[in-house]
């Protein structure tokens, strides 16, 4: 049975850092890319870091590069989102998405994380 599982969500102030962690099991997980996607209230949802399967290169959402980083760790089957210098617009449900090639993924169930004084 696939699962992605996130967590490190929470509430936070502005210039605050929360880490996110997706766990995965039930697929070889160094075959997957992997990328972390957020949705806010009323937007679409929208792809914020990607990384490839050895972890070799990463992108980033515009709006985040600088302050958030994109990892992995093929031994433990997890994926990581550091976010540092976090912002009120930041908030949203942060998912992870595993994917083998254009059409075959899975997702997680999302984190909520908000950025509030």
């Known amino acids: 049975q696939v699962q992605l599982v996130e967590s490190g969500g929470g509430l936070v102030q502005p210039g605050g850092s929360l880490r996110l962690s997706c766990a995965a099991s039930g697929f070889t997980f160094s075959s997957y890319a992997m990328s972390w996607h957020r949705q806010a209230p009323g937007k679409e949802r929208e792809l914020v870091a990607h990384i490839l399967r050895t972890g070799g290169s990463t992108i980033y959402l515009e709006a985040v590069k600088g302050r958030f980083t994109i990892s992995r760790d093929n031994a433990k089957n997890t994926v990581y989102l550091q976010m540092n210098s976090l912002k009120p617009e930041d908030t949203a449900v942060y998912y992870c998405?595993?994917?083998?090639?254009?059409?075959?993924?899975?997702w997680g169930q999302g984190t909520q994380v908000t950025v509030s004084s």
């Open positions: 998405k595993a994917s083998l090639r254009p059409g075959y993924s899975y």
